[in-house]
T-cell receptor, first 114, second 110 residues
Framework: DTGVSQDPRHKITKRGQNVTFRCDPI?????LYWYRQTLGQGPEFLTY????????KSRLLSDRFSAERPKGSFSTLEIQRTEQGDSAMYLC????????????FGPGTRLTVL | RKEVEQDPGPFNVPEGATVAFNCTYS??????FFWYRQDCRKEPKLLMS???SGNEDGRFTAQLNRASQYISLLIRDSKLSDSATYLC???????????FGKGTHLIIQP
């Protein structure tokens, strides 16, 4: 399967701990996006990269969140000092720069903060 | 006011019927519009793009009214497999991330 993959699929952590998620996009896609989705809501945009450059960050992305894409391939999203309100599905998507409306999503990482 | 607003439903529709749902968007600078489909506990997937001239893909027809900032999706001859959440999506207006509505939950009943 050459789609978008995410790891882990589920993460349970205690409040105050740090967590890191990984996303591997479709190999030829130069854009990579992170979204967060909670129950009954649509995905909310967090940030995106074009190659290794982080070009946009939503105001939803507090200073406890950091994302990287060091070599322009996979990306990591780290949440420091997790809070119960961080519990959500974290979705990664990728696209070609010329087709930003056609984003391919991974299966997501479900985070539960106890 | 939410940037993209949709009626969350659920819409309960008998198999074979025609169903339509709409959404409105607030940012008049938005440039591109899409419908995504999300099955229960799955990731969203692009269903179709929405063009000013309207577009059709099989049983699905999408329309855009820029003056009213309104997008619609029509599903004809609905199938059981059409049961899903349909997400109205807007791109542009100063941001390159997609802006999603909450989604409309559609249930096709046999």
């Amino acid at each position: 399967d050459t789609g978008v993959s995410q790891d882990p699929r589920h993460k349970i952590t205690k409040r105050g701990q740090n967590v890191t998620f990984r996303c591997d996009p479709i190999s030829e896609h130069n854009r990579l996006y992170w979204y967060r989705q909670t129950l009954g809501q649509g995905p909310e945009f967090l940030t995106y990269f074009q190659n290794e450059a982080q070009l946009e960050k939503s105001r939803l992305l507090s200073d406890r969140f950091s994302a990287e894409r060091p070599k322009g391939s996979f990306s990591t999203l780290e949440i420091q000092r997790t809070e119960q309100g961080d519990s959500a599905m974290y979705l990664c998507a990728s696209s070609l720069a010329g087709s930003v409306g056609e984003q391919f999503f991974g299966p997501g990482t479900r985070l539960t903060v106890l | 006011r939410k940037e993209v607003e949709q009626d969350p439903g659920p819409f309960n529709v008998p198999e074979g019927a025609t169903v339509a749902f709409n959404c409105t968007y607030s940012n008049s600078a938005s440039q591109s519009f899409f419908w995504y489909r999300q099955d229960c506990r799955k990731e969203p997937k692009l269903l179709m793009s929405v063009y000013s001239s309207g577009n059709e893909d099989g049983r699905f027809t999408a329309q855009l009214n820029r003056a009213s900032q309104y997008i619609s999706l029509l599903i004809r001859d609905s199938k059981l497999s059409d049961s899903a959440t349909y997400l109205c999506v807007v791109l542009g207006g100063g941001a390159d991330g997609l802006t999603f509505g909450k989604g409309t939950h559609l249930i096709i009943q046999p």
